[in-house]
DNA sequence: TTTAATCTGTGAACGTAAACACAAGTTGAA
DNA sequence: TTCAACTTGTGTTTACGTTCACAGATTAAA
């Protein structure tokens, strides 16, 4: 394959695919066609067939994809070979949730320290992991933490990504409703659900 | 402005800018500019600026945009104008983050009504709705509720889907990890908390 | 009234991604 | 060994969205 630009889109589906994959080999499946993929997620078998072109050959004409070694090749990629730690900020409702939820396993992340700003939550326990104050973030240089997890008020959320960046956080997940700036070598993916919500109606037809 | 076709990365921006406009409205800020706006989101003017033309002219050249009139607008194009109305099906952990969000509001959204398959949780409140079984969804049908959330367990998630849709739901917030089918005239978004989680790892150096 | 500064709205140019079509590889049956 | 059925990988075409550049509208100051 030549050299040719990597389209975001692509990078952007790989984690679908491979969430198809996982499942699949859930059920013992050991091989699987882009037609049986693309089903699977309501998109077209040629689009899959291209994004995995952008990485590499990783299928057999005439037979399709071991599904095995296909989630391996992915998990390659997007870098989820090796288990990531992440630093949870913020215990409130919404961390308990994040911190519960069981998902985030099967792509090997881990949610290792736990911080908050609430006195009485500080020194408490959540799914194991006691609480820590927040004003103490730099005791996460000593472990291998790479990605972030806000869940604080908006109005706290970009302070808190500054202490994440300076801690040597990369990646960051942002679950305030708002933008947070960071240097360009840090990248921030933000969940605003409400906003999500909002893109509903639109496609509604008015009662 | 000539017909054209409306691309849908602009109406996936106009929840964000109308985020924007809405603060800015909070700070009593009277009119403000496409690079005013542009800075706030870091994006660019003329992006903003064409996404509005797509929908007509709002502003005055040398002036700007007047921040409530242009939100007014906003609203009325994405069909938020008026509340709606949504049920909740799941009063699990994630359900009771959801109801609890107070982020919804500003959108004019309201969740009028939750519903669970724990025996024990059904008949008991939470932020003053009271838990219904779900075998009894159908009780929607006499509010006036057009969007559903979804916060189940992946394997029941596209059943309460089905019911949705039955019950005249015409858009679907899923946080469950997993597509679900729904006829066209649905308009699905699905939310996956670890997916996105997932994208961030590639745009890390690996160690 | 004139001029300079400001800002919008949009046709056109450009760049990127999706869709297509098919060559080439693989399998299994005849 | 041959042939038919199947499936991948990718160059090309088409569609779409972004960026650009500027005409035209507005304001404020001279």
């Given at each position: 394959m030549r050299y040719r630009k990597i389209p975001d889109e692509a990078v952007w589906r790989l984690p679908m695919y491979l969430r198809g994959l996982l499942l699949s080999l859930e059920k013992s499946q050991e091989t699987i066609s882009s037609q049986e993929l693309a089903d699977f997620f309501g998109v077209h078998p040629w689009q899959i067939r291209k994004d995995f072109s952008y990485f590499g050959a990783f299928g057999t004409p005439g037979v399709g994809y071991k599904v095995k070694k296909l989630s391996t090749q992915i998990k390659k990629i997007l870098n989820l070979h090796v288990s990531h730690k992440a630093v949870l900020v913020g215990a409130g409702n919404l961390g308990a949730v994040i911190l519960a939820y069981p998902g985030f396993k099967i792509y090997g992340?881990?949610?290792t320290a736990v911080f908050d700003n609430n006195p009485q939550k500080i020194g408490q326990k959540i799914e194991n992991i006691s609480i820590k104050d927040?004003?103490?973030?730099?005791?996460?240089?000593?472990?291998?933490?790479d990605l972030g997890i806000i869940a604080v008020p908006r109005k706290a959320a970009q302070e808190v990504a500054d202490r994440l960046v300076e801690m040597g956080i990369k990646g960051i997940l942002n679950f305030s409703p708002c933008r947070i700036n960071v240097p360009k070598k840090v990248k921030v993916i933000t969940i605003d659900i409400a906003m999500d919500l909002a893109r509903l109606p639109y496609y509604i037809p008015s009662s």
């Open positions: 992340f881990e949610i927040v004003s103490k973030l730099s005791l996460i240089k000593r472990q291998k933490i």
